[in-house]
Nanobody, 119 residues
Framework: QVQLVEFGGGWVQPGGSLRLSCVAS????????MAWYRQAPGKQRELVAA???????NYEDSMKGRVTISWDKDKKTANLQMARLQPDDTAVYYC?????????????WGQGTQVTVSS
């Protein structure tokens, strides 16, 4: 089993930046992909960014150029650096871990952290 805990959500003004972190514990040696998803009210959960154990990355089209995902295996932490945030980015952001190198959602989820972008 793998446990994921997110940190770093909060309120930010349009155009601002935010950094989310996901700390993993448990059987993390079995994990080969870390990802961030988000879910806005009334919408489906969608992929924001993902990174594999060999460093391949995948970004949702609307986020390209505005977010960077990284994975510090020594610190067991996956980070999501977000910039130029807009109100449409308001959502609950979830950390996800998969046992395989895949762009599909894995079995493990964090509890989510709220990101609110407003003036």
């Amino acid at each position: 089993q793998v446990q994921l805990v997110e940190f770093g959500g909060g309120w930010v003004q349009p155009g601002g930046s935010l950094r989310l972190s996901c700390v993993a514990s448990g059987s993390i040696s079995t994990i080969n992909t870390m990802a961030w998803y988000r879910q806005a009210p009334g919408k489906q959960r969608e992929l924001v960014a993902a990174i594999t154990s060999v460093g391949h990355t995948n970004y949702e089209d609307s986020m390209k150029g505005r977010v960077t995902i990284s994975w510090d295996k020594d610190k067991k932490t996956a980070n999501l650096q977000m910039a130029r945030l807009q109100p449409d980015d308001t959502a609950v952001y979830y950390c996800n871990a998969a046992r395989f190198r895949t762009w599909a959602a894995g079995d493990y989820w964090g509890q989510g952290t709220q990101v609110t972008v407003s003036s």
